[in-house]
């Protein structure tokens, strides 16, 4: 069965999945797995100090996984790396086409946005927020602007 559907028909505010982000303790080591493995396409490592990871990122045909390695103990996934010692799935990021209404649509459920509640450039250059990940299943969500 083939499901067709548009984002006109329905009332969503979530495109396509964008990334899905793997916390890692070593970024060479889960590479050349996911290369020796899996035959994967990894890039290499680039270093995003504003971020505060390492990151490699791993093409497929419908959507990318990121791993994620922290550059010091102030980094956004140094905590979960200590929850999580042999690394796991950080967050899903969804693409949006209007991250106000988005945001809107957010509040008037009464879900929460993390921080101030304000867009951040992310690390592809584009405004993200994350969401509350309690409100979620426990599953951290990223939603990317892509114009
Ligand atoms: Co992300």
Same mark, same amino acid.
């Given at each position: 069965?083939?499901?067709?559907?548009?984002?006109?028909?329905?009332?969503?505010?979530?495109?396509?999945?964008?990334?899905?982000?793997?916390?890692?303790?070593?970024?060479?080591?889960?590479?050349?797995?996911?290369?020796?493995?899996?035959?994967?396409?990894?890039?290499?490592?680039?270093?995003?100090?504003?971020?505060?990871?390492?990151?490699?990122?791993?093409?497929?045909?419908?959507?990318?996984?990121?791993?994620?390695?922290?550059?010091?103990?102030? /980094?956004?996934?140094?905590?979960?790396?200590? +929850?999580?010692?042999?690394? !796991?799935?950080?967050? #899903?990021?969804?693409?949006? %086409? @209007?991250?106000?209404?988005?945001?809107?649509?957010?509040?008037?459920?009464?879900? /929460?946005?993390?921080?101030?509640?304000?867009? +951040?450039?992310?690390?592809? !250059?584009?405004?993200? #927020?994350?969401?509350?990940? %309690? @409100?979620?299943?426990?599953?951290?969500?990223?939603?990317?602007?892509?114009?």
């Amino acid at each position: 069965i083939v499901l067709e559907y548009s984002m006109e028909g329905f009332n969503s505010n979530i495109g396509r999945l964008n990334h899905v982000a793997i916390a890692v303790p070593d970024i060479i080591i889960a590479s050349e797995m996911w290369q020796k493995a899996l035959g994967a396409n990894v890039s290499k490592p680039q270093t995003l100090p504003e971020h505060g990871v390492k990151v490699v990122f791993i093409e497929s045909p419908n959507t990318k996984v990121e791993l994620l390695e922290p550059l010091n103990e102030n /980094s956004p996934i140094s905590k979960f790396l200590i +929850k999580n010692p042999n690394g !796991g799935m950080h967050h #899903i990021c969804y693409e949006v %086409s @209007d991250l106000k209404s988005a945001s809107k649509k957010l509040k008037e459920v009464g879900a /929460s946005i993390l921080g101030d509640g304000n867009p +951040k450039i992310g690390a592809h !250059g584009n405004p993200v #927020i994350f969401l509350q990940p %309690s @409100d979620f299943s426990g599953t951290l969500i990223e939603l990317e602007e892509i114009k």
